[in-house]
């Protein structure tokens, strides 16, 4: 049957047909008919074959002609390359399609349609090449796709409108740069009924971090309407990230999202004259712009869905979703191999670390991890790439597959538009580059022949310098570095980094600032949060009513934005620990959040005032001390990620520490319930004098040694006059260290330090570890000199032990 020969439904393939109906139509295929039944909506639709194409060239006579077409391409250089694309395309579009495929296209649509009541059903006709969607090579992007097409007629015109794509210039480059015959590769038309996302919503998923690689995390991104805008990079999405553990065991899945500017929305055009011109982009109404395209419960459900395909396919996969206005159910609409990561394996790290500053132009998305410098060159088209020399740095508003020839040339790609699954950004990674999308202005605020330094070394944010800034690089071959029993760990302030720091040779981390995420990503003190109606100062009343528009309640923002920062860091470093101390603002810097001048006191000497323990169960933070409780709690309890612990500074007296833990158990975090542990800093002589007491109270121990040192000393820590006499390896406080740390070795609590000493002293960490400590936290650009003195001391000490453990050594 001609049905059979030129068409095929999605219910009658499956994932070994690539060489039938391509990757993207035996995916969707595999989809319909494997994940269907398990509850993944996936739209219905057919394919036409690869018998279809090759009937269509052969009934034209086309192959010979393109074959010496082809054989003119100058495949060195493609200097010749546009004029050969267009008279291949032209063969293609001056043909007819044969009588027998028309037919069965019809045919299908016809019942296609049937089972979908409604007046010339909307369907998507997307290429699908039969060689598409290889783990080894994949042809995304390179032929063309048509949304909201209607009727016969117009189904019929996008389908050869497809197998003309085949020989777009970027195919035929593609083809050549991967070893692919051009007349071995078919074309397969898949037809699908169109999602009313244009009503709704629509993006891309990974189920694998695209940026590192990170394995445990599911990645999506969306925007409104139709997810072309996604796709192609156009609007810079949502994000959210899920973990995957936690999708398992059926707990809170969503560890983090960020709300993108989603500038435009694709939805139907009004009119439609021919196929290409069913859809069109509007500007996103305010109010849209900031509001996320999926709520927290659909996010979950999509993770669900992109968790049950990986599982299915058995390797990272690269989704594509849809949310029906009418309906409002959200289907998959596209699943193929990730590309970027799969079978990757980083045993390196190179590392940039900037070492001057300057006037920063714009800002957006990092892609990489890279430093550099050039000239900039801004671009408005592909046209106009042999402005482009090798080495420049490329500003753009936006690129798509036709820019892949200019990119190859670029040191570095800024865009205006796109997030992180935008074509630049994918693009950037395939070529080893680094890039900044999404900046929004950076055609604007960037001069052409302007010398710039891009910096994408800064987590998540990359930034774009005036003139040639100089930076340090550092090559990390993981698999060389010796790891030292004593536990290396990191101290960690900004979030965002976390995934890139979640690859180092740590074991997890042993301090996570609280401070760092409410001065940087909340900004609002929580008191000011609580008391809201009863803020005096009008300015910051308005600024807080601003930031906090888009939830029910105050306190709930507070809440949210904390336990998505620490939930990120946890999915990150799962399952190392991550130990995150509670708040530990001094009454100065408390005050300098907004609205805080009003809940906090005066003090001559803040370092020794109002702060830590004290301040959690005083009736002047009590309640703001509930908020991080219930974002530790969120993290721990309802997200799963058992791996955090918490950690409470400046705890003066034993009893503030039972009143402390107490406090927390009444907030919802019992100490020991699902596996809690609460551990204390050690940086006050009472916590080392009552060291038994206090291991009665807590679940573990890590000495400050700032704090320690300063209060032992008797030194202001800030103060220029008696600095020089601050010396963390004074006897006074090596006896202390020993001390606390036989202490808490005899009542069987674990102990670490956090400080910078153990890198910048290999005395000192000698000393650390001849004592016994169970782990030294560090700084990342500390951690690897201080793994180093670790290891060193270790091997000293198992080849001439000096001192029995416990005895203090002078330094």
Request: hydrophobic content about 40%; some cysteine; overall charge negative.
């Given at each position: 049957?001609?049905?059979?020969?030129y068409?095929?439904?999605?219910?009658?393939?499956?994932?070994?047909?690539?060489?039938?109906?391509?990757?993207?139509?035996?995916?969707?295929?595999?989809?319909y008919?494997?994940?269907?039944?398990?509850?993944?909506?996936?739209?219905?639709?057919?394919?036409?074959?690869?018998?279809?194409?090759?009937?269509?060239?052969?009934?034209?006579?086309?192959r010979?002609?393109?074959t010496?077409?082809?054989a003119?391409?100058?495949?060195?250089?493609?200097?010749?390359?546009?004029?050969?694309?267009?008279?291949?395309?032209?063969?293609?579009?001056?043909?007819?399609?044969?009588?027998?495929?028309?037919?069965?296209?019809?045919?299908?649509?016809?019942?296609?349609?049937?089972?979908?009541?409604?007046?010339?059903?909307?369907?998507?006709?997307?290429?699908s090449?039969?060689?598409?969607?290889?783990?080894?090579?994949?042809f995304?992007?390179q032929?063309?796709?048509?949304?909201?097409?209607?009727?016969?007629?117009?189904?019929?015109?996008?389908?050869?409108?497809?197998?003309v794509?085949?020989?777009?210039?970027?195919?035929?480059r593609?083809?050549?740069?991967?070893g692919?015959?051009?007349l071995?590769?078919?074309?397969?038309?898949?037809?699908?009924?169109?999602?009313?996302?244009?009503?709704?919503?629509?993006?891309?998923?990974?189920t694998?971090?695209?940026?590192?690689?990170?394995?445990?995390?599911?990645?999506?991104?969306?925007?409104w309407?139709?997810?072309?805008?996604?796709?192609?990079?156009?609007?810079?999405?949502?994000?959210?990230?899920?973990?995957?553990?936690?999708?398992?065991?059926?707990?809170?899945?969503?560890?983090?999202k960020?709300?993108?500017?989603?500038?435009?929305?694709?939805?139907?055009?009004?009119?439609?004259?021919?196929?290409?011109?069913?859809?069109?982009?509007?500007?996103?109404?305010?109010?849209?712009?900031?509001?996320?395209?999926?709520?927290?419960?659909?996010?979950?459900?999509?993770?669900?869905?992109?968790?049950?395909i990986?599982?299915?396919y058995?390797?990272?996969?690269?989704?594509?979703?849809?949310?029906?206005?009418?309906?409002?159910?959200?289907?998959?609409v596209?699943?193929?191999?990730?590309?970027?990561?799969?079978?990757?394996?980083?045993?390196?790290?190179?590392?940039?670390h900037?070492?001057?500053?300057?006037?920063?132009?714009?800002?957006?998305?990092?892609?990489?991890?890279?430093?550099?410098?050039?000239?900039?060159?801004?671009?408005?088209?592909?046209?106009?790439?042999?402005?482009?020399?090798?080495?420049?740095?490329?500003?753009?508003?936006?690129?798509?597959?036709?820019?892949?020839?200019v990119?190859?040339?670029?040191?570095?790609?800024?865009?205006?538009?796109g997030?992180?699954?935008?074509?630049?950004?994918?693009?950037?990674?395939?070529?080893?580059?680094?890039?900044?999308?999404?900046?929004?202005?950076?055609?604007?605020?960037?001069?052409?022949?302007?010398?710039?330094?891009?910096?994408?070394?800064?987590?998540?944010?990359?930034?774009?310098?005036?003139?040639?800034?100089?930076?340090?690089?550092?090559?990390?071959?993981?698999?060389?570095?010796?790891?030292?029993?004593?536990?290396?760990?990191?101290?960690?302030?900004?979030?965002?980094?976390?995934?890139?720091?979640?690859?180092?040779?740590?074991?997890?981390?042993?301090?996570?600032?609280?401070?760092?995420?409410?001065?940087?990503?909340?900004?609002?003190?929580?008191?000011?949060?609580?008391?809201?109606?009863?803020l005096?100062?009008?300015?910051?009343?308005?600024?807080?009513?601003?930031?906090?528009?888009q939830?029910?309640?105050?306190?709930?923002?507070?809440?949210?934005?904390?336990?998505?920062?620490?939930?990120?860091?946890?999915?990150?470093?799962?399952?190392?620990?991550?130990?995150?101390?509670?708040s530990?603002?001094?009454?100065?810097?408390?005050?300098?959040?907004?609205?805080?001048?009003?809940?906090?006191?005066?003090?001559?000497?803040?370092?020794?005032?109002?702060?830590?323990?004290?301040?959690?169960y005083?009736?002047?933070?009590?309640?703001?001390?509930?908020?991080?409780?219930?974002?530790?709690?969120?993290?721990?309890?309802?997200?799963?990620?058992?791996?955090?612990?918490?950690?409470?500074?400046?705890?003066?007296?034993?009893?503030?520490?039972?009143?402390?833990?107490?406090?927390?158990?009444?907030?919802?975090?019992?100490?020991?319930?699902?596996?809690?542990?609460?551990?204390?800093?050690?940086?006050?002589?009472?916590?080392?004098?009552?060291?038994?007491?206090?291991?009665?109270v807590?679940?573990?121990?890590s000495?400050g040694?700032?704090?320690?040192?300063?209060?032992?000393?008797?030194?202001?820590?800030?103060?220029?006059i008696?600095?020089?006499?601050?010396?963390?390896?004074?006897?006074?406080?090596?006896?202390?260290?020993?001390?606390?740390?036989r202490?808490?070795?005899?009542?069987?609590?674990?102990?670490?330090?956090?400080?910078?000493?153990?890198?910048?002293?290999?005395?000192?960490?000698?000393l650390?570890?001849e004592?016994?400590?169970?782990?030294?936290?560090?700084?990342?650009?500390?951690?690897?000199?201080?793994?180093?003195?670790?290891?060193?001391?270790?091997?000293?000490?198992?080849?001439?032990?000096?001192?029995?453990?416990?005895?203090?050594?002078?330094?």
């Amino acid at each position: 049957m001609a049905h059979e020969r030129y068409t095929r439904f999605f219910r009658e393939l499956t994932n070994t047909q690539v060489a039938l109906v391509g990757g993207k139509n035996a995916s969707l295929g595999e989809l319909y008919n494997q994940l269907t039944p398990k509850g993944i909506n996936v739209p219905d639709g057919f394919a036409s074959t690869a018998d279809a194409y090759w009937l269509f060239l052969d009934e034209n006579q086309l192959r010979q002609p393109l074959t010496e077409l082809l054989a003119t391409l100058d495949e060195q250089e493609f200097s010749n390359l546009p004029a050969v694309g267009a008279q291949a395309r032209a063969l293609l579009r001056g043909a007819t399609l044969p009588a027998p495929v028309a037919a069965a296209l019809a045919a299908a649509y016809k019942e296609l349609s049937a089972r979908h009541p409604g007046a010339e059903m909307p369907v998507a006709v997307r290429s699908s090449a039969t060689a598409e969607d290889l783990p080894s090579a994949s042809f995304a992007g390179q032929h063309d796709s048509f949304l909201n097409v209607r009727g016969e007629q117009a189904v019929l015109q996008a389908c050869q409108q497809c197998f003309v794509s085949l020989f777009n210039d970027r195919a035929i480059r593609y083809r050549i740069q991967n070893g692919f015959e051009h007349l071995r590769v078919a074309l397969s038309v898949g037809v699908q009924a169109m999602v009313r996302s244009d009503l709704a919503s629509a993006g891309v998923a990974f189920t694998i971090e695209p940026e590192t690689g990170h394995d445990q995390l599911i990645y999506l991104t969306g925007s409104w309407g139709l997810g072309e805008n996604v796709v192609q990079g156009a609007v810079n999405p949502d994000e959210f990230y899920l973990f995957k553990p936690s999708v398992r065991n059926g707990c809170r899945a969503l560890v983090s999202k960020k709300l993108g500017n989603k500038a435009k929305t694709m939805a139907y055009a009004q009119t439609q004259n021919q196929a290409a011109l069913g859809i069109e982009n509007t500007d996103t109404p305010a109010a849209r712009r900031a509001t996320f395209v999926l709520t927290d419960a659909e996010a979950e459900q999509l993770g669900r869905w992109c968790l049950q395909i990986e599982e299915h396919y058995g390797m990272p996969m690269d989704i594509e979703w849809a949310k029906d206005g009418v309906t409002d159910r959200i289907y998959i609409v596209q699943a193929r191999p990730e590309t970027i990561h799969h079978g990757r394996r980083a045993l390196r790290l190179h590392e940039y670390h900037l070492t001057e500053k300057g006037p920063v132009l714009a800002t957006g998305k990092a892609v990489g991890s890279q430093i550099a410098s050039g000239v900039a060159r801004i671009i408005d088209s592909p046209a106009d790439g042999h402005r482009l020399q090798p080495g420049e740095i490329l500003v753009t508003d936006i690129t798509s597959p036709d820019w892949n020839a200019v990119l190859r040339k670029a040191a570095v790609i800024v865009t205006n538009k796109g997030g992180r699954t935008s074509h630049a950004a994918i693009v950037a990674r395939e070529l080893g580059l680094s890039a900044v999308v999404g900046t929004l202005n950076a055609t604007e605020k960037i001069q052409d022949g302007q010398l710039i330094t891009v910096s994408c070394a800064e987590g998540d944010e990359g930034k774009i310098f005036d003139g040639a800034l100089a930076w340090q690089e550092t090559d990390l071959d993981l698999e060389q570095v010796a790891l030292p029993r004593t536990k290396p760990l990191l101290i960690l302030a900004d979030p965002d980094r976390a995934l890139q720091l979640a690859r180092y040779p740590s074991q997890g981390v042993g301090l996570m600032r609280m401070e760092f995420v409410i001065n940087s990503a909340i900004r609002i003190h929580p008191m000011a949060l609580v008391n809201f109606d009863e803020l005096e100062d009008p300015a910051a009343r308005a600024e807080i009513a601003q930031l906090t528009a888009q939830y029910a309640s105050k306190p709930e923002y507070f809440v949210d934005k904390l336990a998505q920062a620490i939930g990120f860091v946890a999915a990150a470093f799962y399952p190392r620990q991550v130990i995150v101390r509670m708040s530990d603002f001094k009454t100065n810097e408390y005050a300098n959040l907004l609205g805080g001048r009003q809940f906090e006191p005066t003090e001559e000497n803040p370092m020794l005032g109002f702060r830590g323990a004290s301040r959690y169960y005083s009736p002047q933070y009590r309640e703001g001390f509930r908020l991080e409780c219930e974002a530790l709690r969120r993290v721990h309890h309802d997200m799963g990620l058992t791996n955090v612990k918490a950690m409470i500074p400046f705890c003066r007296t034993v009893a503030e520490g039972r009143q402390v833990v107490a406090l927390m158990a009444e907030y919802g975090l019992p100490r020991g319930e699902q596996g809690l542990e609460i551990y204390v800093m050690a940086e006050i002589p009472s916590n080392v004098i009552l060291a038994e007491d206090f291991a009665q109270v807590f679940d573990g121990f890590s000495i400050g040694s700032n704090d320690l040192t300063q209060l032992t000393l008797g030194i202001d820590r800030d103060s220029a006059i008696v600095s020089p006499l601050f010396d963390e390896r004074n006897e006074a406080v090596t006896r202390m260290l020993a001390q606390v740390i036989r202490t808490a070795k005899a009542c069987g609590r674990p102990i670490g330090l956090c400080g910078q000493a153990p890198s910048d002293y290999p005395d000192f960490a000698r000393l650390l570890v001849e004592h016994g400590i169970d782990s030294i936290s560090f700084t990342p650009d500390a951690l690897l000199k201080g793994m180093a003195n670790m290891v060193a001391a270790e091997q000293a000490l198992a080849a001439a032990p000096s001192v029995a453990a416990g005895q203090a050594v002078p330094a």
